[in-house]
């Protein structure tokens, strides 16, 4: 599966911002899917999963309560939407799947979010 994520920018701190990953090449409905992120010089962070059909989601510690994972299979996409943003959220943002795998064998390109003071 191929994916494509969009959506980053720059915003200021308690702002919002909604980041889409588009997947294609095989039925999206049969991965997991989850978002991730890394700031340079630093390891790469979990922040939200969600199984096949979208009704189990799970999130990092730093983001519960302000970011919101979910998926449309029907567009085969999946979305971040991120509130209350913090400049501590200011990272290139992954997204990923997995088929079967304890660990996610897919990434895309990743997208930079800028959260500014």
């Known amino acids: 599966v191929q994916l494509q994520a969009s959506g980053g920018g720059t915003v200021q701190a308690g702002g919002s911002l909604r980041l889409a990953c588009a997947a294609s090449g095989r039925t999206f409905s049969n991965y997991r899917m989850g978002w991730f992120r890394q700031i340079p010089g630093k390891e790469r962070e979990f922040v939200a999963a969600?199984?096949?059909?979208?009704?189990?989601?799970y999130y990092g510690d730093p983001v519960k309560g302000r970011f919101t994972i979910s998926r449309d299979n029907a567009k085969s996409t999946l979305y971040l939407q991120m509130n209350s943003l913090k400049p501590e959220d200011t990272a290139v943002y992954y997204c990923a799947a997995t088929y079967e795998s304890s660990s996610y064998d897919y990434w895309g390109q990743g997208t930079q979010v800028t959260v500014s003071s």
């Open positions: 969600i199984s096949r059909s979208g009704s189990n989601t």
